[in-house]
């Protein structure tokens, strides 16, 4: 973790200013967790059926360990697995950093987003950070967004024409930056933190150890085939700069 700049100062000719800050590194850890499920199928059903019922079910299984990842990315604790950015604390004080937390940004309302929140939340973030900043936000979050209205009753939203301003991804724009909807995010609601901006990229680390393992067992219980998937992954925030987000507070 290298997250702290080393101090460069003028100096006159022949002058010296004497000793300056030294650049810090620091260390995160990032424990490896397991995800596990272990279905079984009947024999006879593997026997009858006239589909793949072995590969309809892994697809099944896989699926939902990856939503229970995608889960943990926003909102895990850390104890048995990821650690997601809604969980690390605010910076106590408004532009001054501290490692280990993530700064918050007041949406200007005590209950809802503001368009004046948003443009703060956007240009709370480092220049360095934004040619490949996101928003992330539930759908519903972009719905109450789309809706804010200037003073003349006009939709503040970029729309081309007659439809949505998008990405080349077909990612809708907003305040020129793609967003990027997630489930897990909260909806907006007073002290929540419905919205996150940033270089996700540089910001959260994510890593698989080895991808799916898959142990079928037709021996343990009679009549019965039994799949154990296992997958060990990690996750957790490693540039406290990268990431800002919006806490709807006055």
Same mark, same amino acid.
């Given at each position: 973790?290298?997250?702290?700049?080393?101090?460069?100062?003028?100096?006159?000719?022949?002058?010296?200013?004497? @000793?300056?800050? *030294?650049?810090?590194?620091?260390?995160?850890?990032?424990?490896?967790?397991?995800?596990?499920?272990?279905?079984?199928?009947?024999?006879? @059903?593997?026997?009858?059926?006239?589909?793949?019922?072995?590969?309809?079910?892994?697809?099944?299984?896989?699926?939902?360990?990856?939503?229970?990842?995608? *889960?943990?990315?926003?909102?895990?604790? $850390?104890?048995?697995?990821?650690?997601?950015? /809604?969980?690390?604390?605010?910076?106590?004080?408004? !532009?001054?950093?501290?490692?280990?937390?993530?700064?918050?940004?007041?949406?200007?309302?005590?209950?809802?987003? *503001?368009?004046?929140?948003?443009?703060?939340?956007?240009?709370? /973030?480092?220049?360095?950070?934004?040619?490949?900043?996101?928003?992330?936000?539930?759908?519903? *979050?972009? $719905?109450?967004?789309?809706? =804010?209205?200037?003073?003349?009753?006009?939709?503040?939203?970029?729309?081309?024409?007659? !439809?949505?301003?998008?990405?080349?991804?077909?990612?809708?724009?907003? =305040?020129?930056?793609?967003?990027?909807?997630?489930?897990?995010?909260?909806?907006?609601?007073?002290?929540? =933190?419905?919205?996150?901006?940033?270089?996700?990229?540089? !910001? +959260?680390?994510?890593?698989?150890?080895? !991808?799916?393992?898959?142990?079928?067992?037709? +021996?343990?219980?009679? $009549?019965?085939?039994?799949?154990?998937?296992?997958?060990?992954?990690?996750?957790?925030?490693?540039?406290? @700069?990268?990431?800002? =987000?919006?806490?709807?507070?006055?």
């Amino acid at each position: 973790l290298d997250d702290d700049e080393a101090v460069a100062q003028a100096a006159g000719e022949g002058a010296s200013g004497g @000793e300056t800050a *030294t650049a810090e590194i620091g260390k995160v850890r990032l424990d490896v967790h397991k995800i596990e499920a272990d279905p079984k199928i009947t024999n006879e @059903e593997l026997e009858d059926a006239d589909v793949d019922v072995e590969a309809w079910h892994a697809g099944k299984v896989a699926s939902k360990i990856s939503r229970v990842e995608n *889960t943990a990315f926003i909102n895990g604790d $850390g104890v048995d697995g990821a650690r997601g950015i /809604l969980t690390y604390p605010a910076w106590a004080s408004a !532009g001054v950093y501290e490692r280990n937390k993530i700064e918050q940004i007041a949406s200007g309302s005590a209950s809802t987003l *503001t368009a004046d929140g948003l443009i703060d939340l956007q240009n709370s /973030l480092k220049e360095v950070y934004q040619p490949n900043a996101v928003f992330l936000m539930k759908r519903k *979050t972009w $719905g109450v967004i789309s809706k =804010l209205k200037d003073g003349e009753n006009n939709y503040l939203i970029d729309f081309a024409g007659r !439809g949505l301003a998008t990405d080349k991804m077909g990612n809708p724009m907003l =305040l020129g930056k793609p967003v990027i909807f997630c489930d897990d995010m909260p909806e907006v609601a007073g002290s929540a =933190l419905p919205v996150a901006y940033g270089d996700f990229g540089a !910001g +959260y680390v994510i890593g698989d150890r080895r !991808g799916l393992s898959v142990l079928r067992d037709p +021996y343990s219980s009679k $009549g019965f085939v039994s799949y154990y998937t296992t997958k060990r992954y990690c996750g957790g925030v490693v540039n406290f @700069e990268a990431i800002k =987000l919006q806490v709807v507070s006055s």
